[in-house]
């Protein structure tokens, strides 16, 4: 398998990865410029590194699948193994040291997104299916950015309702 990372892929991710924090920071009253560029730093690298080299594993490996539900289920689910606890309590790290937060960067960063995983499992499927399924590759790393921007309006609000303590 060849990685890539796409010019494309870096402004949207640097971009709608950045809006989306952004919209979240001013909601819980947090905004700052440090947040704001750490944010289009990993939109621009990490994410738009990782996330489309993932689809295309997910097309490799779903390929020559009838389309129909186990076709789905497959793209799906396996979208939702990507963006598993570990996933969110990364992007919650990287969201505290951005903020420079670095006291809420412990472990219970990890209780915290097992929790918001389990209560958005079922927007989670409802929106990997669309991107999975629906959205062209040309597409899909779009899609799940901006979905993940709306999710991480979703992501900062739980590290404040399901935080586990220090």
Known sequence: MKLRLER???LNGAL??????????A????????????M??????VYAFE???????????????????????ARTGLALLYFNPLWIARHLLFIAVFSGRWETAGW???????????FNIPLSAIGNYIIQVWLSFRWRFVGS???????AVYYALS??????GD
């Open 40 to 45: 289009m730093l990993v939109g621009a690298t």
């Open 51 to 73: 996330i489309p080299n993932y689809f295309r594993w997910i097309d490799r490996r779903t390929e020559g699948m009838p389309r129909g539900w186990r076709f789905a289920a």
């Open 145 to 151: 950015a901006v979905f993940s921007g709306l999710m």
């Open 16 to 25: 709608i990865y950045a809006a989306g924090d952004t919209v979240a920071a």
């Open 159 to 164: 590290g404040v309702w399901f935080h586990a």
């Open 8 to 10: 494309r892929d870096v």
């Open 108 to 118: 219970g960063l990890l209780h915290t997104a097992l929790l918001s995983w389990l």
């Open 27 to 38: 909601i819980l009253g947090q905004l700052s410029a440090t947040r704001l560029a750490g």
